[in-house]
């Protein structure tokens, strides 16, 4: 028999999202991100999905980035942290790839390096996030090493925000990122916004906005707007089944540790759905989860192929029913974004968490 866990993607969803960002993007182009084999739903699954909406994609491997040209997808590709050593700039050149340039070693590396042609560059800003960025006293010389050089076709100016998503905003970054914009000679394309700043500011897009999470259906602000709120609709189902239904008495023990305790009698259930399937095991008691199509709660530890789940009131349940994780339709599913905050987590770690032994279904 085969274990009844798996995740299906819903390929519609991608698309719908994909245009709940264009709404918001007004005239700025878009790179759809798919770093992290695309939040966990599989990048070229996602690329295939988003080809013909997309501009461009956005993400951090290279190996990705050859995998998509490799497969046929001749948009722009951008990536997010550049090169991280010189060996690697010719794959750029040799697969028209666009670099992140984020640091004055990166600029060096780019200035010695002999290219087969020039290359559209990403000049990342740190404008206060204090990641990665060339700093206001850097510009002059990254500029200077870059702006005529022979390697570089075209800048773009790119910074990330720390707190689009937060009630502080995005107003003193922004304002650094103006200032550092307009010490420069010339008027460079800028791209300042990721889901949060799209969704929350889309006065502030910019020429290219670079959307992840809400392109997958999840909120980048949940405890403040849900993603059903914003029109988002969940690409990732994870469902599974009940394995086992027992009914245990009053003062009994759930799972590793006992840390759940019927005050009781109780019917409990065992679902086939654990750590090592991308399920988070901080998830405590108490976590939501579909039985039947009807909410209920998870029950003590999370091992690392099952958790426990409340059966009280669904008296239909029984070996075989379906548990849906998370995901599943909008208004009677359950969000990722809800399973990961009680979780103390994000849904961006749920998703990318999804494990290799989960089997994925597209739809
Ligand atoms: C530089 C950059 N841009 C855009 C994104 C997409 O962010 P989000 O998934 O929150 O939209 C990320 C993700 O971390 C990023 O690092």
Redesign the pocket.
Known sequence: MTRPIKAAIDLAALRHNHGVARRHAGAARIWS?VKADAYGHGLLRVARALDGLADGFALIELEGAIALRRAGFRQPILL?EGYYCADELPLFAQYLLTPTVHSMEQVMMLKAAALPGPLPVYLKLNSGMNRLGLNADELPAALAALAAAPQVAGMTLMT?FADADTERGIAAQLARFETMRRSLIGCWPVSPA???ALLAYPEHCGDWV?????LYGAS?FPEMKSAESMGLRPAMTLESELIAVREIARGERVGYGGMFTAMADMRMGVVACGYADGYPRAAPTGTPVLVCGQRTRTLGRVSMDKICVDLSGIPGARVGSRVLLWGGDPLTGLPADEVAGAAGTVSYELFCALSARVPVTER
């Open positions: 991100v997010l990330h990721n889901s949060a670079r959307p992840g999470i809400m980048p």
